[in-house]
């Protein structure tokens, strides 16, 4: 089955500085990659849409100043979260989606924990 | 933008017990795609089971089944024979055709006990 890395799996950071998490598709192209964020026992809040070659799609109320998404290749997506603060301490989660096949299909990432302190 | 709702915030079954979790969307779209994930403690995400709007048979996958009813806006899924590994937190999903975008629902935590 097709195999999504997020890269670290937990960070731990000082409130001011920028942290940068990578999502890898192992196995297959993605053309598409989502990026979510996941607060503890709740759902998961789609943050951003990122396609290969283009700028990112972001939803309502997320600040993509804050929220630096690059997607430069078929397999990687990055997020960088930069000026951390403790809020934004939380759980983040990439999905991949490739561009042949079943297109409805995501393939998740085991997702990074941030604490920012 | 689509709702989903999850209504029931937990759930407890016993091993080898059926459970079953409901789930209600809102959408004035006709062809979509619902789900059911499954995030277990290590919070890897996992797909259970998949329904396209536009098949009348129900999806099944082993234990797992649901019960779409298009005309309401349900996604129920029923779990057969509980089986301890089941413990997870359970979310329903929805996807507009050619948008690919997920829309979650708050998630049922599932307890089976042994």
């Known amino acids: 089955g097709a195999v999504v890395s997020q890269h670290p799996s937990w960070v731990i950071c000082k409130s001011g500085t920028s942290v940068k998490i990578e999502c890898r598709s192992l196995?297959?192209?993605?053309?598409?990659m989502f990026w979510y964020r996941q607060f503890p026992k709740q759902s998961l809040m789609l943050m951003a849409t990122?396609?290969?070659?283009?700028?990112?799609?972001?939803e309502q109320g997320v600040e993509k100043d804050k929220f630096l998404i690059n997607h430069a290749s078929l397999t990687l997506s990055t997020l960088t979260v930069t000026s951390a603060h403790p809020e934004d301490s939380s759980f983040y989660i990439c999905?991949?989606?490739?561009?042949?096949?079943?297109?409805?299909?995501?393939?998740f990432g085991p997702g990074t924990r941030l604490t920012v302190l | 933008a689509q709702t989903v709702t999850q209504s029931q915030p937990e759930m407890s079954v016993q091993e080898a017990e059926t459970v079953t979790l409901s789930c209600t969307y809102d959408?004035?779209?006709?062809?979509?795609?619902l789900f059911w994930y499954k995030q277990p403690p290590s919070r890897q995400m996992i797909l259970v089971i998949r329904?396209?709007?536009?098949?009348?048979q129900n999806a099944t996958e082993n234990r797992f089944s649901v019960n779409f009813q298009k005309a309401a806006k349900s996604f129920s899924l029923k779990i057969s024979d509980s089986q301890l590994g089941d413990t997870a937190m359970y979310f329903c999903?929805?996807?507009?055709?050619?948008?690919?975008?997920?829309?979650f629902g708050a998630g049922t935590t599932v307890t089976v006990r042994a």
């Open positions: 999905s991949a989606r490739a561009g042949t096949g079943a297109l409805y299909e995501q393939f």
């Open positions: 196995d297959f192209q993605a053309t598409t």
């Open positions: 990122s396609n290969e070659g283009s700028k990112a799609t972001y």
């Open positions: 959408t004035s779209e006709n062809n979509y795609y």
């Open positions: 329904q396209e709007a536009y098949k009348q």
């Open positions: 999903a929805f996807m507009k055709h050619d948008d690919y975008k997920l829309s």
